[in-house]
């Protein structure tokens, strides 16, 4: 089985200053890993994903995320939050074997980005 | 392109009543998803649809069926509906190929049963 955990309910930062939204994963086998934002009331927005290849990825509105292995992690990062970015943010898995692309969420993250 | 377009966008509905979800998908993909958003619980799979004329039960499928009209359409029933399906449903599609797993989701569906 696979699953996301998000340990942090909400993330509070100022205005410039760095964010880092945590995630981890378990999975067997090779995962999928992606993010994706939430603003209110509106769907899922994709971000990025990592499948193989460089453990740092890029992707939409300055986002990055750098895949870890030997932790499981997959952290989600920016380095200069806007008040724009206050959102919820969903961590996702899936296996690279999963012939369904069925994908695994973390419970989300709040974040509060304050000007 | 629309993308991923769901209706109704609210819907409120007594305990026992049924109703359909619509979803419709303008980007030739070949898998769709239905799942429900909970507070504090993320989105859970209810049902997908792998490709045309197959559907198969996810994490959450008590109390819904689905139909796969076609390619671009993938539907969900609620047969007689409760209050613990208040929630918000989203549908979701993706081309499913080994360079793109990601799923792109529609606006969503707000329910609520009395």
């Known amino acids: 089985a696979q699953s996301v955990a998000q340990p942090e309910d909400q993330v509070n930062v100022a205005e410039g200053n760095p964010l880092t939204v945590k995630c981890t994963y378990s999975?067997?086998?090779?995962?999928?890993l992606f993010w994706y934002v939430q603003y209110p009331n509106r769907g899922l927005q994709f971000l990025l994903k990592?499948?193989?290849?460089?453990?740092l990825v890029k992707g939409s509105y300055g986002f990055e995320a750098e895949f870890n292995k030997s932790q499981t992690s997959f952290h989600l990062k920016k380095p200069s939050a806007l008040v724009s970015d206050s959102a919820l943010y969903f961590c996702?898995?899936?296996?690279?074997?999963?012939?369904?692309?069925?994908?695994?969420f973390g419970a989300g993250t709040q974040v509060v980005v304050t000007p | 392109n629309a993308g991923v377009t769901q209706t109704p966008k609210f819907q409120v509905l007594k305990t026992g009543q049924s109703m359909t979800l619509q979803c419709a998908q303008d980007?030739?993909?070949?898998?769709m998803y239905w799942y429900r958003q909970d507070p504090g619980m993320g989105l859970r799979l209810i049902y997908y649809?792998?490709?045309?004329?197959?559907?198969d039960k996810g994490e959450v499928p008590n109390g819904y069926n689905v139909s796969r009209l076609n390619k671009r359409e993938f539907s969900l029933r609620l047969e007689s509906a409760a209050p613990s399906q208040t929630s918000v449903y989203f549908c979701?599609?993706?081309?499913?190929?080994?360079?793109?797993?990601?799923?792109?989701f529609g606006p969503g569906t707000r329910l609520t049963v009395t």
């Open positions: 979701a599609s993706s081309a499913r190929t080994a360079a793109s797993y990601e799923q792109y």
């Open positions: 999975v067997s086998g090779n995962p999928y």
């Open positions: 990592y499948i193989t290849g460089d453990n």
């Open positions: 996702a898995v899936t296996r690279l074997t999963d012939s369904w692309g069925k994908l695994q």
């Open positions: 980007m030739n993909h070949n898998s």
């Open positions: 649809s792998a490709s045309e004329g197959t559907t």
